[in-house]
């Protein structure tokens, strides 16, 4: 009973290149949520994204991220042309909205992007 | 907009003792969810305990329980019988239907448990 997974795990990119970050959700589970947590910060909500369809996308900068979940293999968020203000640790929760809201988003361990 | 407020940056505690972490809402919603995360070292988000608005009293879970106002729209954690394993940074969170529910995190605080 595998949990959320997110790879890689550490991610260190030059300014101006891309990152794609990945995340498999709980089994079962159709619906991520990709957050972001800055340096001395709490989590903030980037995109919550069903298979093959975008739900909810406020939280993304307009420019430069992407995020997508295909029918098939994991959803991936997407950052093109990396900048300093980019580092940050990057969250995926799986969610299976058939359960309620109350019942809780599980978490994968973050991907750690350091932009230089 | 929602927003969540820890008002502790930093907290200690002796061990064995009983620590509260405070938190406060915004919300004009009349239903949503309350959630408490731990976040040790490692990053990983764990789950704490959580309440539905709707429910007053308030939840437990082993030694973690909160003080749920829903008037005052605050929802504190107190842990009792502090462990040195509780180190770690402390989240509230909250949401509704409003943000496709969506967590909305506090800017956390730091808990630090001393033997």
């Known amino acids: 009973n595998a949990g959320v997974m997110q790879n890689p795990r550490h991610l260190v990119r030059r300014r101006g290149q891309e990152a794609r970050l990945r995340c498999s959700p709980m089994?079962?589970?159709?619906?991520v949520y990709w957050y972001r947590q800055l340096p001395e910060e709490g989590l903030k909500f980037m995109v919550y994204l069903q298979k093959e369809n975008i739900i909810d996308e406020s939280g993304m900068p307009k420019e430069r991220f992407s995020a997508e979940f295909p029918k098939e293999g994991p959803s991936i968020l997407r950052i093109q042309q990396v900048v300093r203000g980019d580092s940050a640790a990057y969250f995926c929760a799986s969610w299976d909205p058939g359960t309620g809201p109350y019942n809780e988003q599980f978490f994968g361990p973050g991907t750690r992007l350091t932009v230089l | 907009a929602q927003t969540v407020t820890q008002s502790q940056p930093e907290m200690s505690v002796q061990e064995a003792e009983t620590v509260t972490l405070s938190c406060t809402y915004d919300t004009s919603e009349n239903n949503y969810y309350l959630f408490w995360y731990k976040q040790p070292p490692s990053r990983q988000m764990i789950l704490v305990i959580r309440q539905e608005a709707y429910k007053q009293q308030n939840a437990t879970e082993n030694r973690f329980s909160v003080n749920f106002q829903k008037a005052a729209k605050s929802f504190s954690l107190k842990i009792s019988d502090s462990q040195l394993g509780d180190t770690a940074m402390y989240f509230c969170?909250?949401?509704?239907?409003?943000?496709?529910?969506?967590?909305?995190f506090g800017k956390g605080t730091s808990l630090l448990v001393t033997p």
């Open positions: 089994k079962g589970h159709s619906h």
């Open positions: 969170a909250f949401k509704d239907s409003n943000s496709g529910y969506a967590l909305n």
